[in-house]
Nanobody, 115 residues
Framework: VQLVESGGGLVQPGGSLRLSCAAS????????MNWYRQAPGKERELVAA????????NYADSVKGRFTISRDNAKNTVYLQMNSLKSEDTAVYYC?????????WGQGTQVTVSS
């Protein structure tokens, strides 16, 4: 299993970023996908989740209305569109999949929101 995140960077408050996670090594369309984040000194937290077919999504309260998770099963890719970014969104963002008892993570992509 390989999960490769991209799209992070430095953005000003109020700005937008789109993260991508390219998946390989498993049947992508069969599994729900998640985005987590971890800020310095804090625990890793679930940000957004999407079902295998993309028909249902869930968000942490802190990002509802600002972030949108989506997926393209033809491209084996899951996205996180982040709008109206705040300084408290600064973190390393990780792509995640759970297949039974096995949890797989990407290497993470840094998002820094600062003026």
């Amino acid at each position: 299993v390989q999960l490769v995140e991209s799209g992070g960077g430095l953005v000003q408050p109020g700005g937008s970023l789109r993260l991508s996670c390219a998946a390989s090594g498993f049947t992508f369309s069969s599994y729900a996908m998640n985005w987590y984040r971890q800020a310095p000194g804090k625990e890793r937290e679930l940000v957004a989740a999407i079902t295998s077919g993309g028909g249902s999504t869930n968000y942490a309260d802190s990002v509802k209305g600002r972030f949108t998770i989506s997926r393209d099963n033809a491209k084996n890719t899951v996205y996180l569109q982040m709008n109206s970014l705040k300084s408290e969104d600064t973190a390393v963002y990780y792509c995640h999949v759970r297949r039974g008892y096995v949890r797989s993570w990407g290497q993470g992509t840094q998002v820094t929101v600062s003026s």
